[in-house]
Structure formats: C-alpha cells, structure tokens
C-alpha cells in the first residue's frame, strides 16, 4: 500500500517578514521534516524563487504557484479580497479546496484569512460561525503527554457570538482537545463576569443552560477571567472579541513580569543573587508565553485545516505553524470535527 502523502498550501507574501522568512521556513522544512509531505509556496513567483536560491531546500518536495497580489495588513479584509481576487491567501484557500493541498499556513492578514476560508472552503455542516482557537500556557499538565496548554477560543474569528455559535464552539474545541491534545473527556468552561447561570448577558445565560443539557460535552459550567491561568480546564469557550482581549491580556502579564524580574536584577544584589537561582523558570515563562512556540492557531470550523501564524512570525514560528499543519491534516481534525458538528 502507497504511502500517504501530505501537501501544505504555505501563503508565502502574508506577514512582517514575507516572504524570506516564509520561504526560509519552508526550506527547511523540505530538508529535515518527514519526506512525505510537499509543500506549495503560493505568492509571487520571482520573489518566492529568489528566496529559495538563496535557501538550501529540497525541490522535490517544493513547488511555487504563482499569486499576483497580496492582501497587505493594512487593508480593509472584505474590500481587499473584492478587488484582488488572486491575492494569495484565496488562492491557497483554492489549493486546499480543490484538493491540491490538504491544509494550508498563512502568517497574513488574520481578517483576509478568516474570510477567505470561509468563501472558499466553505463551512462545515453545523457550523454556525469559524473559531480561532488559541493555546495558553498552564501550570496544569493535561492528556497522555503531559500537555501544559489550554485552549480557548474564539480568540478573534467572530466578534460577537449567539448562544448557538459558543455551543458550536465547545463541539469543535472538545474535539480539537480529543484529536489534537489526546484528552478523552477535555473539559470545558464558558467564561462570563460571574459563575452564577444566571448572570451575565443573555447570549451567555442562554448557552450556559444550553451547554449543561449537552450530552457530548463535559461541561463545568461558568468560570471568571482570573480562573483562566489556571488551567484547571481544557477548553475556554467565548465569543471573539472577549477572547482575543483575554489573550492578549495574558501574553501582556507574561512579557511584564519577565521585564518585571530583570528590572529587579539590574537595581539591588540581594534580588540579582535569588533571581539568578531563579533565571530557570524565568526562561520557561519567557519561552511559554512566546507565540513562536507555538507556531500558529488552527482556525476551526471550515472544510479545511488551516493555521494562521502571527503576523510577526519569523522562520521558527513558521516552522511551528506547519508542524501543527501536519500534525492536524494526519490526525484527520477536519473530520473529526464535522463528525463532532453533526453528532
């Protein structure tokens, strides 16, 4: 029996650093990853093969499709998108729909991407909106691995969200954790301002009760923003706006009390010597809280795996983010999710 080969569509022009740190990634990628996947590096063709001549990378496992624009950061997403219509981040969206490539990784415009799966890929069937799923660093290990990360979303897909859309998103959290993470029953909570039911707006009152009735779901209940470092849950639902600020909140507290401890290390000698017995930890938060990790956030809910890296990925974030590709079109997450949906 043939062996199963894998192709990742990679939007080579989106990002602060597109495309040589894109290119760069993907080069090493095709020297030292598993030889059976192939990537595409979609964008332009003469500045995509500059990059590789100047990469040492694997032509066997890279081609280029050509794209000749770009959604640019500043842009307006939806207008954009009218107007280029062969911008590139639609026409791996393309590649992943037609079955070219089985999943795609873009560090562009996080509003493009979104939009363009969506139109492109399509949603799957049950899905009321797309969810950005994030991870966090936890104190919690969790699943057969010994996984210190939570997840949460939306953290920025969809602004506002009904009761219907935060129920879809615990279905495809729950099975992100089960594929993705190893966790048999993830366990989930609905962030408000209270843990009581009955407080809170009514879209959060409303799935609460929702939530509790739902047989495939384990859900326990409400929690507040201070629970969320915790980790004593697996999956965080919420609506985007609420957790792309819970998010940022989060990697905000990390950066500060990092700068915090080295702040204290250059002023007095008592606090220098017990940072020093300390300098250990301080890089494991250092390297927890850095997104570079972590390469990328699988955004659920379309046809489709797709992973959107921060704008300000360089070659390792991007490495990362392709890792995760791989990692989710092997576990098959895009079925697995729609099973979930129509369950």
Not at 57 to 80: D, T
Request: hydrophobic letters at 45%; a negative charge; one cysteine or more.
């Amino acid at each position: 029996m043939a062996e199963r080969t894998i192709t990742i569509a990679v939007d080579a022009m989106g990002g602060y650093h597109a495309p040589v740190d894109i290119v760069a990634a993907v080069a090493h990628a095709s020297r030292v990853g598993d030889e059976s996947v192939y990537f595409i590096l979609v964008g332009d063709e003469v500045r995509i093969s500059e990059a590789l001549y100047q990469a040492g990378h694997n032509p066997e496992r890279i081609s280029v499709v050509h794209a000749g624009s770009v959604v640019n950061l500043n842009e307006p997403a939806a207008v954009s998108l009218e107007q280029k219509p062969d911008a590139s981040i639609s026409v791996a969206c393309a590649l992943v729909a037609s079955g070219v490539a089985d999943g795609l990784v873009t560090a562009g415009h996080p509003g493009a991407a979104v939009l363009a799966a969506m139109e492109v890929l399509k949603p799957l069937p049950g899905a009321t909106r797309a969810a950005l799923a994030s991870v966090y660093p936890t104190p919690r290990a969790r699943g057969p691995e010994n996984d210190r990360l939570g997840l949460i979303l939306d953290v920025g897909a969809t602004m506002r969200a009904t009761a219907d859309d935060l129920v879809s998103f615990a279905v495809m959290g729950s099975a992100y954790a089960r594929v993705v993470k190893g966790l048999e029953r993830p366990r989930v909570a609905l962030l408000s301002n209270s843990r009581e039911a009955r407080v809170g707006p009514p879209e959060i009152v409303a799935a609460y009760e929702m939530l509790r009735a739902h047989e495939d779901i384990n859900f326990y209940g409400n929690i507040e923003g201070d629970e969320i470092p915790k980790g004593d849950y697996d999956v965080i639902i919420c609506e985007g706006f609420v957790g792309d600020v819970a998010l940022k909140l989060l990697e905000g507290t990390g950066e500060a009390a990092f700068d915090l401890a080295r702040s204290a290390y250059e002023r007095k000698l008592a606090w220098r010597m017990g940072l020093r017995l300390l300098s250990g930890g301080l890089k494991k938060i250092k390297t927890a809280i850095d997104f570079e990790e972590y390469g990328g956030a699988p955004l659920l809910g379309v046809d489709g795996v797709v992973i959107l890296a921060h704008p300000k990925s360089r070659r390792k974030a991007i490495g990362n983010a392709l890792k995760l590709a791989i990692k989710n079109v092997s576990a098959g997450l895009t079925a697995q999710v729609a099973d979930a949906l129509q369950a």
